[in-house]
């Protein structure tokens, strides 16, 4: 059984910090590409970020502020958020897949998703 957990999220104001951590496990890849989408209210699910081996790409509104690491445990992956601006609000999702490619263009296994809320 294939279980994304995602952590982190809440309440943030704008300028600031916050990450987000997902532990992967039963996805039925050696090495999964792991990634983050967001989905903002009344709009399209959106890719963020994502990471293979040493390969990271993001999405043209998180570059420079935004950074994607593996974490210490196999098959975790961390979010990095800086500067933090209110169109960032969204329930993000932590997305699982055999490759970069396929993880950013169409997510694969995902987990249940974790508000994120950039607010003064």
């Known amino acids: 059984q294939v279980q994304l957990v995602e952590s982190g999220g809440g309440l943030v104001q704008p300028g600031h910090s916050s990450s987000l951590s997902c532990a992967a496990s039963g996805v039925p890849f050696n090495n999964p590409s792991m990634g983050w989408w967001r989905q903002a209210p009344e709009k399209k699910r959106e890719f963020v970020a994502a990471?293979?081996?040493?390969?990271?790409i993001y999405a043209d509104s998180v570059k420079g502020r935004f950074t994607i690491s593996k974490g210490s445990a196999e098959n975790t992956v961390v979010l990095q958020m800086n500067n933090l601006l209110p169109d960032d609000t969204a329930v993000y999702y932590c997305?699982?897949?055999?490759?970069?490619?396929?993880?950013?263009?169409?997510?694969?296994?995902w987990g249940q998703g974790t508000q994120v809320t950039v607010s003064s």
């Open positions: 990471i293979a081996g040493h390969h990271t």
């Open positions: 997305a699982a897949d055999a490759s970069l490619q396929l993880v950013s263009q169409r997510g694969g296994y």
